[in-house]
């Protein structure tokens, strides 16, 4: 199971759990983990949570986020 690759853990996290880690974000979103983590330091990106020391997307979050972000893109 460890050759999943990270859409595969994104779909069952979404089945399961509505919460996904940075990679798994990433990957629903098709975006790199480093794009995704420059856009959250600059408080460009999806709402995020931290639970602990561990950094987690809600599933809702992301699919606002990249409405939203369509939306202004369009509008350039």
Known sequence: MQDDSDIDRAGRAKRGSPFLTTDQAAAYLKIS??????????GK????????RFVQYHIDD??????DSGARESGK
């Open 45 to 52: 990106g999806p709402a995020f949570r931290r639970h602990c």
């Open 62 to 67: 992301l699919d606002s986020w990249s409405r």
């Open 33 to 42: 983990s480093k794009s995704l983590k420059r856009l959250r330091r600059d």
